[in-house]
């Protein structure tokens, strides 16, 4: 069984700092996917990560896949309170199985 | 990106009912999943349901507990029966992307007390 291991689990920041939280597993998979999940709605796709070392950049969201591609990293820049919400990592573990598997998420909470 | 809606959006529930829950796309998708969100916990897939074929079940859900209909490329069902405190969760269905197979789309969720 595939796991993805989040960290930190909680983080509670004041507007205006930065941010990285982490997305560990001892398996390969074939792309990582991160969403965000506001309350009282489904989760959102931030971006997907393909490449082993593969960095993308989404406005101040800077998403990094490692270079085995077995983590990946989500650094925020100057957070602000619009970024508030729990962040989900999801492997693809490839193949014709379009099955994710979906880490325990960061709760994320920016002051202002 | 799919656009998809979920009925109800929200439920409380009497133990030993059934509730059903509706999900519908805005086009025609050839996969759709049925995810549960326990309070605090991440996504734990239930079902994923092929248009035309019976729903594939994951480790730990059965069909007699939650049994899902696919009649067509756009609409899903997934009743979740007899049920229990236990039960009480977010339940999301979502899509495959239809050009990049690798991510999903997702529903707002129905969020469901049982009491």
């Known amino acids: 069984t595939q796991l993805l291991e989040q960290s930190p689990q909680f983080l509670s920041i004041q507007e205006g700092e930065n941010l990285t939280v982490y997305c560990n597993s001892s398996s390969v998979f074939s792309s990582l996917q991160w969403y965000r999940q506001e309350p009282g709605e489904g989760p959102v796709l931030l971006v997907t990560?393909?490449?082993?070392?593969e960095v993308k950049k989404l406005k101040r969201l800077t998403f990094q896949f490692g270079d085995a591609r077995k983590d990946s990293s989500l650094h925020i820049t100057a957070a602000q309170p619009g970024d508030t919400g729990l962040y989900l990592c999801?492997?693809?573990?490839?193949?014709?199985?379009?099955?994710?598997?979906f880490g325990k998420g960061t709760l994320l909470t920016v002051n202002p | 990106s799919a656009v998809i809606s979920q009925k109800p959006s929200r439920d409380i529930c009497q133990r030993g009912t059934s509730l059903t829950i509706q999900c519908q796309v805005d086009?025609?998708?050839?996969?759709m999943f049925w995810y549960r969100q326990q309070p605090g916990q991440s996504l734990t897939l239930i079902a994923t349901a092929n248009q035309g074929s019976e729903a594939t079940y994951e480790s730990g859900f059965v069909i007699d507990k939650f049994p899902i209909s696919r009649p067509n490329l756009t609409f899903s069902t997934l009743t979740v029966s007899n049920m229990s405190p236990e039960d009480s969760s977010i339940y999301l269905c979502s899509v495959e992307a239809s050009r990049n197979k690798k991510t999903q789309y997702f529903g707002p969720g129905t969020r469901l007390l049982v009491l």
């Open positions: 086009s025609q998708v050839t996969m």
């Open positions: 999801a492997g693809d573990s490839g193949g014709s199985n379009y099955k994710l598997t």
């Open positions: 990560v393909v490449t082993g070392g």
